[in-house]
């Protein structure tokens, strides 16, 4: 049996999909510029979307459909990350900003009949940095995403007589920021305001001109930032949160000093959002409708509409009835900071590898999984390398989020007699030398 | 056992006004960088290369300022590549929007 195509959009023609600063864009506009943007586009297997507002990354991922194209995504669109693309996937076109405005400058106000794309068409490449610093791609067909979409829409019960007002902290290349951001509006009754926000003054400044169903996209790090500014004057009507655990505490600060429900998306790059929670009342998470998690011996494996079956890299605890999941923390080596994950002995590969660095370890504070501004700490052995070469030549291989602080040089790093470093052992060095 | 700080700076000559190593104590101790506030060269960048921070930091230091100096730092001025790019620049910035 083959699945009925999907359209591009589903919403009511003047529903609105994105407030953009040159104006609000409805679905019939959308679709008109979806296919001015189109017809731009050079002849490319793939088309690398580098844009960074999120109503243009939307465009590019419509236009590329139209054109048969898959778009690759990522959360980083620096110049490194676009120039290893360039080497991944040859011949790949790059769209930027500037290219789907230019493009879009005559576009209409309706795009002629809705178009449909078969659900296993391919549609985009996500694709996450890692440690190696080799990004790795994870495949998503049309139908994959249309179908999150929607299970979105439901589990945030939104709806056409008060759409949502999209305001989001999290960029739009990042697979939470996508979902959210750029993919839901085509599919669920909301409308996302097309410029980022980042301190808590452009959350404040940009709450005040949206109504009350104002739904703030965010993570810990700028939910805390944002309840430590001035308070909003019109605060959110709800609060989204992921990338990382949000702590209870915090979350029970939002919803008392803003009168708003704090809830939680709980996902990955590679499976997308898969299930929330509201913080303060659930400990467990709650599947999205049509996904379902089972348990392949102890490795947690998702099944998605229309999704390739994935592995979860968390460990997990699965309710009676298999709607419901609980987390059973990380493995040690495994670190996540700013919705990026890491490998502490990724990270000290990578640290060894630099020349004149005879040994390296990567230590997590205990409190990482609770404190939005911890780092890493990092401990080398480096006779004649200063600490400030040392980070010159980190920053060229590793995310700045993963970057140590502090770094401290020592003369020998303590390992037992297995070659390990026990964590101990590292976190009293680190201490030692605390002010 | 020798223990290196991180925070690399380009140095050059410039020294730093008054105001300027005010603005440089806070941002090391709301930081928690492990370097000198007086060593912090007031024209070079502080983020990516030179001082290194990132946009945590950036989050960071505007709550830092906001709470110190009331005044509110937002991601659609049309300064924020001079305020942004140096010590030099962010104190100018604050201590403008003080006066004004």
């Not at chain 1, 994935?310 to 609980?326: I, P």
């Amino acid at each position: 049996m083959t699945a009925a195509p999907l359209a591009l959009i589903d919403r009511p023609d003047g529903a609105i999909l994105f407030d953009t600063p040159a104006g609000r864009v409805s679905a019939a506009a959308f679709l008109a510029q979806a296919r001015a943007l189109a017809a731009t586009l050079p002849a490319a297997a793939n088309l690398v979307n580098a844009c960074r507002d999120a109503h243009a990354v939307a465009l590019g991922i419509a236009a590329a459909l139209l054109r048969g194209q898959v778009s690759l995504l990522s959360g980083d669109p620096s110049p490194a990350t676009l120039a290893r693309l360039a080497e991944d996937y040859p011949g790949a076109a790059v769209l930027t900003d500037a290219d789907v405005h230019a493009a879009i400058a005559g576009a209409g106000q309706a795009g002629g009949p809705m178009p449909e794309f078969a659900a296993g068409q391919p549609a985009m490449v996500v694709l996450t940095s890692g440690t190696t610093g080799r990004p790795v791609g994870t495949r998503k067909c049309w139908g994959e995403l249309v179908a999150r979409s929607r299970a979105a829409g439901e589990r945030f019960v939104l709806a056409e007589d008060a759409p949502a007002q999209v305001l989001a902290t999290v960029p739009p290349g990042h697979m939470y920021g996508l979902e959210t951001t750029v993919l839901l509006p085509l599919h669920a009754a909301a409308a996302v305001r097309g410029e980022r926000v980042f301190f808590p003054g452009d959350i404040g400044a940009a709450l005040a001109t949206l109504g009350g169903n104002a739904v703030l996209v965010t993570t810990p790090l700028h939910l805390r930032a944002a309840l430590d500014g001035a308070r909003p004057a019109r605060p959110p009507g709800r609060v989204i949160s992921a990338t990382a655990p949000l702590d209870p505490a915090l979350a029970a600060r939002a919803e008392r000093e803003w009168g708003c429900a704090v809830l939680e998306i709980f996902g990955a790059s590679e499976v997308g959002s898969i299930a929330s929670r509201r913080t303060v009342a659930d400990d467990d998470w709650a599947l999205y409708p049509g996904v379902t998690l089972a348990l392949a011996d102890d490795t947690p494996m998702v099944a998605a509409p229309h999704a390739a079956t994935r592995r979860l890299a968390d460990r997990v605890a699965l309710s009676a009835d298999g709607r419901r999941f609980r987390l059973l923390g990380r493995d040690t080596d495994t670190v996540k900071l700013a919705g990026r994950r890491a490998s502490l002995a990724g990270l000290a590969r990578l640290l060894m590898e630099i020349e004149g660095v005879r040994d390296g370890v990567f230590v997590a504070p205990d409190d990482l999984d609770r404190n939005p501004i911890a780092r890493l700490a990092a401990i080398a052995v480096a006779p004649g390398l200063s600490a400030e070469r040392l980070m010159e030549a980190l920053r060229a291989r590793v995310e700045p989020a993963f970057l140590p602080r502090p770094l401290v040089l020592v003369d020998e790093i303590p390992r037992d007699g297995l070659g390990k470093a026990p964590r101990a052992g590292l976190l009293a060095l680190l201490a030692a030398r605390a002010p | 056992m020798q223990a290196k700080s991180t925070g690399g700076h380009l140095t050059t000559d410039e020294q730093a006004t008054p105001f300027e190593l005010e603005v440089a104590r806070l941002i090391v101790e709301q930081l928690h960088l492990e370097t000198d506030p007086a060593a912090i060269d007031p024209v070079a960048p502080l983020f990516g290369e030179g001082l290194g921070l990132d946009s945590i930091d950036a989050l960071e230091m505007s709550l830092a300022i906001s709470k110190t100096y009331g005044v509110t730092l937002r991601s659609d001025d049309p300064r924020n590549k001079e305020i942004f790019a140096s010590l030099r620049g962010l104190a100018g910035f604050i201590a403008a929007s003080r006066a004004g």
